[in-house]
């Protein structure tokens, strides 16, 4: 679910006792809802975590994602 993960990851990253966390996100969960979904999540997280200094990676697994799918992400 879409939502729920972008309140996840403003929650985790903005109450962060740590100065800087570096945070690692398994896109399984949307290998149903590839295309434009995918991307429109992607395009959110993406206004999200610039408010912290933490970092955030989105791990594909590419036997999961096509190629279209990944060339957008990119």
Request: charge should be negative; include cysteine.
């Amino acid at each position: 679910d879409q939502e729920e993960m972008l309140g996840i990851l403003d929650d985790v990253l903005g109450v962060s006792a740590s100065p800087r966390i570096r945070m690692i996100i398994d896109m399984g969960w949307a290998a149903q809802e590839q295309g434009t979904d995918v991307i429109e999540y992607e395009a959110r997280a993406n206004r999200v975590q610039p408010k912290f200094e933490h970092i955030a990676i989105c791990v594909y697994d590419t036997a999961k994602f096509g190629a279209d799918v990944m060339i957008d992400v990119l």
